[in-house]
């Protein structure tokens, strides 16, 4: 079945800066790769997505990068702030079905 | 629409008893998912049905876990009988599979104790 790694599983920047989640699958056939947020006591939420036949995505201060060759997709989030801490999921659906395989998350901390 | 409603929103029970947890996806939506999120294990899928009917069950963890969809609007997650290490959030999602990959929306999810 699929697998998906993601890295770090914590993440610290200052409001501002960059910040980089990166992700891997196994299963080659993985043709749709959503991220959600997941605020503190609450219900993930999609804020990107991006396609197999896309290499990259943006949206505002959020973009999304695909390497199909390498199995890995990213996502950047710019100019950081406050409200943008929260734990961050990346997911992988195989094409052959609708299963969603999450990530393990990233908890992204914006530091005033 | 309001959405994923799940409930109860919070459950504690004692170990041994028997756990419903129930689910109405946003209607028109064709798929419908049951998570459970822990901080060791993040988000899990146990189930997921199309159309109602059960696709994908391998995630459910033992025989005291079962899922039924008997509609297209309600769905239920039983746990019977209970354990402690069962406690966790449980979320439903759904989506609308029309061939093209499209957002799962996520209710509030249920967090459940078991004591």
């Known amino acids: 079945g699929e697998n998906v790694e993601q890295h770090p599983s914590t993440l610290s920047v200052q409001e501002g800066d960059s910040a980089v989640i990166k992700c891997t699958y196994s299963d080659s056939a993985s043709n749709y790769f959503p991220w959600y947020k997941q605020e503190l006591g609450k219900r993930p939420q999609l804020i990107i997505d991006?396609?197999?036949n896309v290499g990259e995505k943006k949206d505002q201060r959020i973009a999304v990068t695909l390497n199909k060759t390498a199995k890995h997709f990213s996502l950047h989030i710019t100019e950081t702030q406050p409200e943008d801490s929260a734990v961050y999921f990346c997911?992988?659906?195989w094409g052959g079905g609708n299963k969603l395989t999450f990530g393990t998350g990233t908890q992204l901390k914006v530091e005033l | 629409d309001a959405g994923v409603i799940q409930s109860p929103r919070h459950e504690v029970t004692e170990m041994g008893q028997e756990v419903t947890l129930r689910c109405k996806p946003i209607s028109g939506h064709n798929s419908l998912f049951w998570y459970r999120q822990t901080m060791m294990r993040g988000l899990e899928l146990l189930i997921y049905?199309?159309?109602?009917?059960?696709?994908?069950d391998s995630g459910m963890p033992e025989d005291r876990f079962s899922a039924k969809m008997p509609n297209a609007s309600f769905s239920t997650l039983k746990i019977q009988p209970s354990e402690p290490r069962d406690s966790a959030v449980y979320f439903c999602?759904?989506?609308?599979?029309?061939?093209?990959?499209?957002?799962?929306?996520f209710g509030q999810g249920t967090r459940l104790t078991v004591v």
């Open positions: 991006i396609r197999s």
């Open positions: 049905f199309n159309n109602n009917v059960p696709i994908d």
């Open positions: 997911a992988a659906k």
């Open positions: 999602a759904s989506s609308l599979q029309t061939g093209q990959n499209t957002e799962a929306f």
